[in-house]
């Protein structure tokens, strides 16, 4: 069976595959085609490719003769008549914003293996690319607040005075903010943190956070351990209580999501402009309205001297690392999926198979997807 390692689009710098990944591919008995300058962004030129033992082909000839195509982002900008019947596509699928491709492909036949259905259950651990690029995000979000912020980090003592520790407060303690607390931490840092989900509060304080704790939270086993909508009761009393970390903040995280609905609002215009000058709110809700009010996606705003940033393109700007884990989450799905003979067996008993086809013989398999999508 044949591998196609498509190239990026020129906003993304990842790259599916990095050589050494090739190296493992061929080691299931694959042959491995590489677009032209695939991983040139990710720093992997197309000879780092050859000596791994791939096959560097353009764009046209890597798509017709591949049996299984490997990419970061959904192909979308190609149309479905350019794949063929039965071919297997493997890639973030971004369902709830690629609604109408997604139909185009499911008609037309192809199987699509969508890493961002991935099940979040403890065996899919070592394949949830979600989790890896959350990691990336939460680390680099936080030395990219410390480059804008006027101020120390840490606390220190000299002849010229006691500088006193940057605060921080972190929105959500999911992976992103986990990572970003850790590194705050270890930058010297006193941190804060919100989440909705009481069941985070251990990891929380186990890294050296202080948990934001707000009584009466909604909490729903069935959301697969992501945060639910809230209450107006609930969301004033939250309101109350992270305006009051917000204003004697130098940097807040925002990370908080809820899966196919807005981002809610936790930092509201008032309290922005109520912060220290000079502070820094790194917004990565920004793409789905952002937790606060004045986020303007993709852009870098001032207001009142507070910078705005709403970005969420995070592990595109480490590429060579990002890439490797992104890489090395495929290939352990691809290890479910690939028989000693190097060809793909779709096996739907297996649960992680299930939840991560998205579709299949023109048939909608994952149970998630069935939901986003509203089919019955």
Partial sequence: MVIGILKENSSENRVAILPGEVIVLKKLNLSIFVETGAGER???????????????????????GSDLLLAVNPPVEEPAGVFRRGQVICSLLYPYENGAWIETMRTA??????????????????????????????????????????RFFPMFMSASGTIKPARVLILGAGVAGLQALAISRKLGAIVEVFDVRSAVRDEVKSLGGKFIEVEGAR??????????????????KQSQMIQKSAVAADIIICTAQIPGKKAPVLITAET???????????????????????????RNISVNMIKIIGKT???????????????NNIINLLKLVINKEGNAEI??????????????????????IKQILKIE
């Fill in 42 to 64: 990710a720093y992997s030129d197309d000879q780092d490719y050859v000596k791994a033992g791939a096959v560097i082909v353009n764009r046209k000839e890597l798509i017709s």
């Fill in 109 to 150: 036949g192809i199987t699509y293996l969508a890493l961002d259905l991935i099940p979040r259950i403890t065996r899919a651990q070592s394949m949830d690319v979600l989790s890896s690029m959350a990691t990336v995000a939460g680390y680099k979000a936080v030395l990219h607040a410390a480059s804008l912020l006027p």
């Fill in 219 to 236: 909490e729903d086993s069935a959301a697969g351990g992501y945060a639910v909508e809230q209450t107006e009761e609930f969301r004033q």
């Fill in 272 to 298: 922005a402009r109520s912060m220290k000058p000079g502070s820094v709110i790194i917004d990565m809700a920004s793409s789905t309205g952002g937790n606060c009010e004045l986020t303007e996606h993709g």
């Fill in 313 to 327: 393109d995070y592990p595109s700007e480490m590429p060579s690392d990002a890439s490797r884990m992104f890489g």
């Fill in 347 to 368: 096996n739907l008993s297996d649960e992680i198979i299930k939840g991560t086809l998205a579709f299949y013989n023109g048939d909608f398999v994952s149970e998630r």
